[in-house]
């Protein structure tokens, strides 16, 4: 018997009920994350997210390995079966057993490497989170194929909350960068048992090397490509736990956390919901630029004010949530703040493209982007001898990585360059007016907390009332999402 396909018969009102429920789902995750995050700051010193940082990036490019690209080729597929399912769940399994081991022998060379003597043990521990996420990718693959993100939005709301209770007490009792591996462990564990219990698949004693081989001819290109971008993403974190102190690692670290945080709300969401959607219309090419260039403009509407409006407040918010002892981090904020805000462009922009089934034009585009970003990388880590030169040499690679993404949908869909542009200029010329806004409210003689809540409160009166003014089509798009959750009719069509 079939899994449920893609949405390729969804309608709208149900593609707008899944992102809805995505993003209250990213939302609650992130929020908890955020809180408990400030919390764990307070409690915990720089170094040890720096420690953290390093072990977060060989604990990445394990999972890479985990997923195989086969959870992605499980969504895109229009049909997939039991012994699909089972046969990835497997093989993950088997990858992620071997990835711990190599872990576990490699570690005390990583901790020497590093010179950091606590490393090892740190990551052996870490590592056990591979063996949960061979479950949890299947798990989730089930959930996007039937865009049942209100399950997914419970469980990971609560294991984010037995999570961060967990790392709060942890770094409570004074244990340090334990508290942290602590908490990301009892997370991937959490919501494991949470999925067993709210999602009514379970493995059964089937495996097919041929169904596997199949998947693979479309997942080995998405292997190749999530391991240079895995690679090519923690190559800063890298270069500067080796070149430069631990506190360092950790403040670049912590300021690309908040506006990171943030954009995996939107983005995560994104991603998560636009994959299948696009893929039902795969072969409605007219249709399918319609999506796209639906989730370009709401998108950007959604990630552009908020990342301007974080950069705008990030030093009154860091001094009062973090302390003064955080503030080093702030310029790598505004630094990641610009990197991530045309992340959505990009994730959109690919996903139409794996959706057609061309994980090859997918690959061919990381090999490009990840050649001039190692220029990049190569010039500011030799030239400059400066963390904030290297974060900001991502913020290059982003912006020109935003038309390499672009250039095949021009062939495949028929969007251009010109008319992303112009569905994303409304929304940027909105965020340039509330920023200036903001940025006039920072002048204000005021403390921490008040200039903190003027300038949001400011923020949200301009940029909606600028939305209300001028209804951008990004706009009446949200609010056909709004109105498909609640149950009523949609105005009129965008």
């Known amino acids: 018997m079939s899994e449920d396909k893609p949405v390729g018969d969804t309608t709208k009102r149900q593609a707008g009920k899944s992102f809805l429920f995505k993003l209250a789902e990213s939302v609650g995750t992130q929020g908890i994350s955020f809180i408990v995050s400030i919390v764990l700051a307070r409690l915990l010193d720089p170094s040890d997210y720096g420690v953290l940082t390093l072990l977060t990036v060989f604990i ?42 190599a872990l576990w022998f490699t570690a005390p060379a990583i901790a020497a490497y ?37 399950s997914l ?61 199949t998947l693979f001819s479309f997942g080995w290109k998405l292997l190749v490509s999530s391991l240079i971008e895995t690679l090519y993403n923690n190559l800063r974190p890298l270069v500067i736990g080796k070149r430069f102190s631990e506190d360092q690692l950790g403040f670049y670290n912590r300021g690309r956390q908040f506006p990171e945080l943030l954009m995996n709300s939107v983005n995560g969401s994104i991603q998560s919901v636009m994959l299948p ?27 552009f004010p908020l990342m301007a409006g974080l950069a705008l407040v990030a030093r009154p918010m ?67 001898q400066s963390v904030l030169v290297i974060a900001a040499g991502s913020v290059l690679s982003t912006l020109i990585g935003t038309f390499v993404n672009a250039a095949p949908n021009k062939k495949l869909l028929g969007y251009s ?26 002048l204000l003689p005021l403390g921490d907390l008040p200039l903190m809540l003027a300038q949001a409160a400011t923020g949200f009166t301009v940029y909606a009332g600028l ?28």
């Open 417 to 442: 360059y010109g008319e992303q542009v112009r569905d994303l200029l409304p929304s940027l010329g909105m965020t340039a007016v509330m920023g200036a806004a903001v940025w006039a409210v920072s």
């Open 318 to 384: 860091v001094s009062l949530l973090l302390t003064d002892k955080w503030l080093p981090c702030v310029p790598f904020l505004w630094i990641c703040c610009a990197d991530f805000a045309f992340y959505p462009v990009h994730t959109s922009n690919l996903q139409a493209i794996n959706a057609l089934g061309r994980s090859d034009v997918f690959l061919r585009l990381e090999i490009i982007k990840k050649a001039y970003g190692l220029v990049i990388l190569a010039v500011s880590v030799f030239c400059f």
């Open 60 to 101: 990445n490019l394990s999972r890479v390995f985990v997923q195989s690209g086969l959870n992605t080729a499980l969504i895109q597929r229009l049909e997939v079966d039991e012994t699909d399912l089972s046969s990835v769940f497997y093989l993950s399994l088997g990858i992620s057993g071997a990835c711990y081991a």
């Open 153 to 213: 939005m419970t469980g990971s709301i609560l294991a984010n909350l037995i999570s961060g209770a967990v790392g709060i007490a942890m770094a409570n009792a004074g244990l340090g960068a334990w508290a942290l591996v602590g908490q990301q462990l009892t997370n991937q564990v959490a919501i494991c048992v949470i999925l067993l219990i709210t999602v009514d698949w379970r493995p059964k004693l089937l495996y097919s090397w041929s169904r596997v081989k």
């Open 114 to 150: 590093y010179a950091m003597p606590e490393l090892a043990s740190l990551l052996r521990v870490l590592s056990l989170v591979l063996l949960p996420g061979a479950l949890n990718a299947v798990q989730q693959a089930v959930i996007s194929r039937r865009m049942a993100f209100r």
């Open 467 to 494: 939305s209300l003014v001028f209804r951008p089509e990004a706009y009446r798009g949200m609010m056909d999402m709004v109105r498909s959750l609640t149950g009523r009719p949609a105005r009129g069509r965008a």
């Open 277 to 303: 959607v696009f893929s039902g219309e795969q072969e409605r090419r007219e249709r399918l630029k319609t999506i796209m260039r639906r989730t370009v403009m709401v998108s950007s509407y959604l990630v």
